[in-house]
């Protein structure tokens, strides 16, 4: 049973950084991992991916400003730790940011479990 747990989110101003982390079990080894965002009003929209052969995917609204990595120091256990690395934050990058894993993580619908979210709030 895949578990997953956001933390890291809070309050900046624009131009600082956050680093959002995941920590995820029984997650299956051929699974990806990615993050999510929701801001208020809008769709949820995937931000960036990481597969399970190590390749990564970023949206185009931050490309060069975020960074997705994961520790596998414990995949033999189906844990990991994902990371979200964000710089040069903008206002448009507020919202609640989810950890989710599934087959093919750049659709929505094909995640397959969700952690329950972390606010990021970014003021100008």
């Known amino acids: 049973q895949e578990q997953l747990l956001e933390s890291g989110g809070g309050s900046v101003q624009a131009g600082g950084s956050l680093r959002l982390s995941c920590a995820a079990s029984?997650?299956?080894?051929?699974?990806?991992m990615g993050w999510i965002r929701q801001a208020p009003g809008v769709e949820r929209e995937v931000v960036a991916t990481?597969?399970?052969?190590?390749?990564?995917?970023?949206?185009?609204?931050v490309k060069g400003r975020f960074t997705i990595s994961k520790d596998n120091a414990n995949k033999e256990n189906g844990a990991y730790t994902l990371y979200l690395q964000m710089n040069s934050l903008a206002p448009e990058d507020t919202g609640v940011y989810f950890c989710?894993?599934?087959?093919?993580?750049?659709?929505?619908?094909?995640?397959?479990?969700w952690g329950q979210g972390t606010q990021v709030t970014v003021s100008s």
């Open positions: 989710a894993t599934g087959l093919n993580c750049w659709y929505l619908a094909e995640y397959k479990k």
């Open positions: 029984g997650i299956p080894s051929n699974y990806c």
């Open positions: 990481f597969d399970y052969d190590g390749t990564t995917v970023y949206a185009d609204s």
